[in-house]
């Protein structure tokens, strides 16, 4: 499966951003579908994940009731809405995905990366 995300950018402390991740490749929904990111000078961390109905999401506790992820299936889509962005979550964002029907948190468990967007966030 091919990924390609889209949607960063340069926002103020305190508004929103969102990502969208377009994939190829079907079916789709077997897919779990996360995003990642990557900080300068910091190491990849995880920050959502949704299974491949759309029901089962899962969050890293610094994204927790101000990040959303969804699903769209008829556009092959995944999106993250930001929602009250800090400081600390400028990084590259990645999207990935694993056909599987458990949701992981590691990296190392997803074989299928897009490029990164990059989100900036200035106070």
């Known amino acids: 499966v091919q990924l390609q995300a889209s949607g960063g950018g340069l926002m103020q402390a305190g508004g929103s951003l969102r990502l969208s991740c377009a994939a190829s490749?079907?079916?789709?929904?077997?897919?779990?579908m996360a995003w990642f990111r990557q900080a300068p000078g910091k190491e990849r961390e995880f920050v959502a994940a949704i299974g491949g109905s759309g029901v089962r999401l899962l969050y890293a506790d610094s994204v927790r009731g101000r990040f959303t992820i969804s699903r769209d299936s008829a556009k092959n889509t995944v999106l993250l809405q930001m929602n009250s962005l800090k400081d600390e979550d400028t990084a590259v964002y990645y999207c990935?995905?694993?056909?599987?029907?458990?949701?992981?948190?590691?990296?190392?468990?997803?074989?299928?990366w897009g490029k990164g967007t990059q989100v900036t966030v200035s106070s």
């Open positions: 990935a995905a694993r056909q599987s029907a458990a949701i992981y948190t590691r990296g190392t468990m997803y074989p299928y």
């Open positions: 490749g079907r079916p789709f929904s077997r897919y779990v």
